[in-house]
């Protein structure tokens, strides 16, 4: 091997090795350490015996928002299969219809699935303090949800942020998905 060539190879693997560490560097700041997350204590004992969100979240389906997992696809392709209760005599309650709620001015309209609801929470968490079990019965809107009451009580908080404004606000007036709702079909994803 002349030296040109020699060169021109150690060149490639320097760049290789660049990419690889810039690759760790994104990885790694894409879930602060709990050291300084700003929540646990870093003088902890626990800190070093508690597993680190970047060891258990980076295997799960990726997230451009939020805590940068999506935990439905995560659920529903089995990367995760929780416990849906402690006590065995416990009623887990699950339920499948959307209901699309049209009140989104020049937005497209929202899509509220149950299924993708009722996997994590039972219906007592919403009904009826925080919506009625009719639709359109509710009064929702934006400033309600940016100020963290219906679904701002959990999105932002616990679930996906409001920022994702169209993972909520999914069927466009007159689309094919919206004609699916007038003749009474439930829509999948
Ligand atoms: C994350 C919150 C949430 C959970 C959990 C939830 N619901 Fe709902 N439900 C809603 C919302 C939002 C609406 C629509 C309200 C509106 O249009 O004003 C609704 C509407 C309904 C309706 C009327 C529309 C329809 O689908 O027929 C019924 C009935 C209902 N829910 C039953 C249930 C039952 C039974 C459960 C548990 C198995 C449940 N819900 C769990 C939020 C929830
Ligand atoms: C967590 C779900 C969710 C997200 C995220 C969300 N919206 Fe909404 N939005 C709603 C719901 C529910 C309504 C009320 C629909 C109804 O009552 O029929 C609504 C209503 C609206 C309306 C109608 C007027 C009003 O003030 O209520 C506009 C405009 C709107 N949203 C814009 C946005 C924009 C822009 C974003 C992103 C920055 C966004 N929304 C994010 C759920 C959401
Ligand atoms: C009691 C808590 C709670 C309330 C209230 C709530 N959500 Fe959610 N929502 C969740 C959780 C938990 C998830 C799953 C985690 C995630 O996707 O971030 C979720 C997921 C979703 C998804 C994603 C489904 C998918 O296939 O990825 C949509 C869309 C959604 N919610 C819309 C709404 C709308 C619209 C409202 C209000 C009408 C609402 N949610 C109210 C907790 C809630």
């Known amino acids: 091997m002349d030296m040109w060539t020699a ?37 902890s004992p626990a ?11 980076s295997a799960l389906p990726p997230d451009s928002a939020g805590n940068q997992v999506r935990w439905v696809q995560a659920l529903d392709q089995g990367y995760i299969t929780p416990r849906s209760q402690i006590l065995a005599g416990t009623q ?20 509220f699935p149950h299924r993708q609801h009722t996997a994590w929470l039972d219906c007592t ?12 019965a509710t009064k929702i809107n934006m400033f309600l949800i940016l100020q963290g009451e219906k679904c701002g009580l959990c999105h ?19 689309s094919e998905a919206a ?8 829509l999948e994803r």
Do not use: Y
């Open 125 to 136: 968490n919403c009904h009826d303090k925080l919506f009625e079990r009719k639709a359109g």
């Open 92 to 111: 887990v309650n699950l339920r499948a219809t959307d209901v699309l709620l049209k009140n989104t001015g020049e937005m497209p309209m929202v899509r």
């Open 7 to 43: 060169m021109a190879r150690r060149g490639a693997i320097g760049l290789l090795l660049t990419c690889a560490l810039v690759a760790v560097g994104v990885a790694a700041a894409r879930w602060l350490p709990l050291a300084n997350d700003g929540v646990h204590d870093p003088t």
């Open 179 to 186: 004609l699916a709702f007038g003749k009474g079909l439930v």
């Open 156 to 174: 932002g908080a616990v679930a996906f942020p409001l920022t994702e404004c169209e993972r909520c606000h999914s069927v466009p007036r007159g």
């Open 47 to 57: 800190i070093g015996v508690l597993q680190e969100p970047a060891e258990a979240l």
